[in-house]
C-alpha cells in the first residue's frame, strides 16, 4: 500500500496537491486534523492535510499504461 499526504500548509496549495495525487490514482482516505484523535497520525506525517492511499500494483498499473503509452 502507498500513501501519501497531502499537507494543509494553504487552502490553496493543498487543493491542488489532493487533486494531483487523485490524477495519480490515491483515493483520499480522511483528513488528519488538530483533534486529539489525529495525534499518532501527525506524529508520522509531521502535519495536517488530506491522507490518501492505493494499492502498489494498481498504480504500477496505471503509470506503466500512462508512461509507456500500453
Not at 494543509?8 to 495525487?21: A, G, N, S, T
Not at 498504480?59 to 500512462?66: F, H, P, S
Request: glycine share 12%.
Amino acid at each position: 500500500t502507498a500513501e501519501f499526504l497531502a499537507i494543509d500548509d494553504e487552502e490553496y496549495q493543498h487543493k491542488r496537491l489532493v487533486r494531483y495525487y487523485q490524477r495519480s490514482g490515491f483515493k483520499v482516505i480522511r483528513y488528519v486534523g488538530e483533534d486529539i484523535s489525529n495525534i499518532p497520525d501527525r506524529l508520522i506525517w509531521g502535519g495536517c492535510g488530506t491522507l490518501m492511499r492505493e494499492d502498489v500494483l494498481i498504480l504500477l498499473g496505471k503509470w506503466t499504461k500512462w508512461l509507456f503509452g500500453g
